[in-house]
């Protein structure tokens, strides 16, 4: 087993990002189930990130999503952020939810409709040339849903264009990170439905261009280490949204279906030297707490994360090196097996009692009182967006 301080000293350095739309009440098309004590403006919801913050040591950043979290003054949520111990990450644009995107966004067949998502793109580097935020994430919901609907090489055409001119509007220290996913809410075609598309305009985009993996925009089956192992060697890897899924997009606690395959993504992160503090990859949590409260449930995404991490990072890859190299198939897969069947819990509580915190995170976070404080306090609090 490799060594427990070397992996300890990852993990400390080891930065998680959290959505600010995890704190607002979110639902299906169902229904939304409203609970008492969620954010009523960005502002809460950076308090409520703050909150997870304190507790796990990990999760210092929080990122927005525009518009859910459009503000008048952005240097005043970022001093509300620095003030509760957290900084304002990765801005996430939003050209979904107008009427006006019916038929697409950047991709739409009317040039006036393309002119306005476009807009909105700038507004969002705007907004982070005000919070000093290093990443634009884009997710395009576009496609069709018929056959015949649109030319698709044509709204290929449209979406190369747009990113182009995305693209030169960043500074040299922002980067474009394109976020595909396999359907939905269009479901013939989708305009950036995997990896490979994504990976090939932010080719020819540039350096400054990487693709995001959200766990759970794939097909049931999809071996994602192996997308991961492979962008990571082509360095287009830039940010993860991680969450869980079992049938669709559900954006479940991360880790939870299937805390082997997030165990399986971090080892390949960490032979790549992923998980090296100047890597650039961004991992942030993307997810929504319909059912349970909103502060565990991002301690407990973080936990998990961190769990599959030292797993990750105590596979012996000298014994795995000569098991491969030997042609043994199960002492390799052994050797593996070995490291994410060790409980890393007793590690994690150890190293958080290094860092003076509480060896138990959601423990803490009970007593601490802010569940209870922000009941009494916040009275109609806000949806995240969806179906808002
Ligand atoms: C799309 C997505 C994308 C959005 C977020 C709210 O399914 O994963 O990252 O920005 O959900
Ligand atoms: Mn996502
Ligand atoms: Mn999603």
Request: charged fraction near 25%; charge should be negative; hydrophobic fraction near 45%.
């Amino acid at each position: 087993m490799a060594g427990r301080e070397a992996a300890k000293n990852v993990l400390r350095a080891q930065r998680i990002e959290l959505p600010s739309w995890a704190f607002g009440n979110s639902g299906t098309r169902f229904k939304v189930f409203a609970q008492q004590g969620v954010p009523r403006d960005p502002f809460e919801k950076v308090a409520d990130a703050a909150q997870v913050h304190a507790f796990t040591g990990v999760a210092p950043t929080v990122a927005l999503h525009i518009p859910w979290d459009e503000v008048e003054d952005y240097g005043a949520l970022g001093r509300a952020a620095a003030d509760a111990g957290i900084t304002l990450g990765t801005v996430n644009a939003n050209v979904f939810q107008d009427d006006d995107y019916k038929l697409g966004s950047v991709t739409n067949p009317d040039p006036a409709v393309r002119r306005k998502a476009l807009d909105h793109l700038f507004a969002c580097i705007d907004v982070m040339d005000r919070t000093g935020s290093r990443d634009l994430k884009l997710w395009f919901s576009d496609g069709t849903n018929y056959p015949g609907q649109d030319d698709i090489r044509a709204r290929q055409d449209r979406l190369a264009e747009a990113l182009e001119a995305v693209y030169a509007r960043l500074s040299a220290d922002q980067r474009l990170i394109l976020e595909y996913k396999l359907f939905e809410p269009a479901f013939y075609t989708t305009d950036v439905p995997d990896w490979g598309t994504s990976y090939a305009h932010c080719l020819r985009l540039g350096e400054r261009a990487q693709v995001c993996v959200d766990t759970g925009h794939h097909a049931p089956g999809t071996n994602i280490e192996f997308i991961v192992a492979f962008l990571l060697r082509e360095g287009k890897l830039g940010a993860f949204d991680f969450n869980s899924r079992f049938y669709a997009d559900d954006d479940l606690i991360v880790g939870a279906a299937d805390p082997f395959q997030l165990f399986r993504i971090l080892f390949e992160v960490k032979q790549a030297g992923g998980l090296a503090a100047d890597s650039g990859i961004a991992f942030m949590l993307d997810q929504c707490h319909n059912i349970e409260p909103k502060i565990p449930g991002q301690i407990r995404s973080v936990m998990n994360v961190q769990e599959a991490t030292a797993k990750a990072l105590l596979v012996d890859t000298e014994a795995l090196s000569a098991a491969q190299a030997a042609g043994d198939v199960l002492g390799a897969n052994g050797v593996l097996m070995d490291a994410f069947n060790t409980d890393v819990r007793p590690l994690l509580a150890e190293l958080r009692e290094e860092m003076g915190l509480d060896p138990d995170p959601m423990a803490a976070y009970a007593r601490s009182g802010y569940a209870e404080r922000i009941v009494a306090d916040r009275v109609g609090g806000n949806q995240a967006g969806w179906g808002a």
